[in-house]
């Protein structure tokens, strides 16, 4: 599953009710994105995610839950759900999430979100996480990357950017932006302006709509490989005594910087 596009938007539920749902999920769970509860599914099958099963432990709930928050998505749920046990989707997820509702989706085309990354003419910034370390955080950034409409968020180090936890924190919105690990290298072109306490401060600057905004590391900044591919060193306002921002936080208030100041943010 992992050569699927986000563009697809293919929905092809299971047949044969929740035994051949079971054996689908059990077919593909390893190479497959896991979507834990009811707003990653939502939001995956909105951005044209392609979802071969999906499962909810009280089936009517989760489509009652649709037809009062998401109702543009009701009739695709509708098609896709089956429902099992609890105990039977418990045994299938790391843990079961509140809303009982848990589906599985191909991971997008890596050369067509790498194409999507580098187009030129881009109309809104590419975050990119250098070396980031805490799951949870790099979730939220892409949450917050795709609430702003950005290009993409790319990470580069170790983490994996589709990891469940990640996913799990980015409430399935990985599927509406661009989302790659990258070297350093590997960085799409564009100048790139990266976010330092030594910077220019940020109220100071109009952050071009091309740009690659980069976050260092949670616990030791930007690597010396990223800030030397750096065009523009930046800061955000900070009291004295303060050490840090928190890494979500960070994106969030310097994507809104640049979203005040441009004609294509959302």
Do not use: C
């Not at 890596?110 to 990354?117: D, I, K, M, W």
């Not at 220019?200 to 091309?210: E, N, S, Y």
């Not at 523009?232 to 310097?254: C, D, E, F, I, K």
């Amino acid at each position: 599953m992992s050569g699927t596009s986000r563009d697809s938007g293919a929905h092809t539920p299971p047949q044969d009710g929740p035994e051949g749902a079971v054996r689908v999920w059990r077919r593909l769970a390893d190479a497959a994105v896991l979507l834990d509860g009811f707003h990653a599914l939502k939001h995956a099958v909105r951005f044209g995610a392609d979802v071969p099963v999906a499962l909810a432990v009280d089936r009517a709930a989760a489509l009652a839950l649709a037809a009062e928050l998401a109702p543009d998505v009701g009739p695709a749920l509708d098609a896709l759900l089956v429902e099992v046990g609890q105990e039977t989707l418990g045994a299938l997820v790391p843990r079961l999430h509140p809303t009982g509702v848990a589906a599985l989706a191909g991971r997008p085309d890596r050369a067509g979100n790498v194409a999507s990354l580098a187009r030129a003419g881009r109309t809104a910034p590419v975050v990119v996480l250098d070396n980031p370390r805490n799951l949870g955080n790099a979730g939220a950034v892409i949450r917050l990357a795709a609430g702003y409409g950005a290009t993409g968020v790319v990470t580069t180090g170790s983490l994996d950017p589709w990891h469940p936890t990640v996913v799990r924190g980015g409430a399935g919105l990985h599927f509406a932006t661009a989302v790659e690990r990258l070297a350093v290298d590997e960085l799409p072109d564009g100048p790139l302006y990266a976010l330092d306490p030594e910077g220019a401060d940020i109220r100071g600057l109009k952050l071009p709509d091309d740009a690659l905004l980069a976050f260092g590391s949670e616990r030791t900044g930007l690597s010396p490989e990223l800030r030397a591919r750096a065009d523009q060193l930046v800061a955000l306002p900070m009291r004295p005594q303060v050490s840090s921002y928190n890494l979500a936080t960070s994106v969030g208030m310097t994507l809104f910087h640049w979203s005040a100041h441009s004609t294509h943010a959302p």
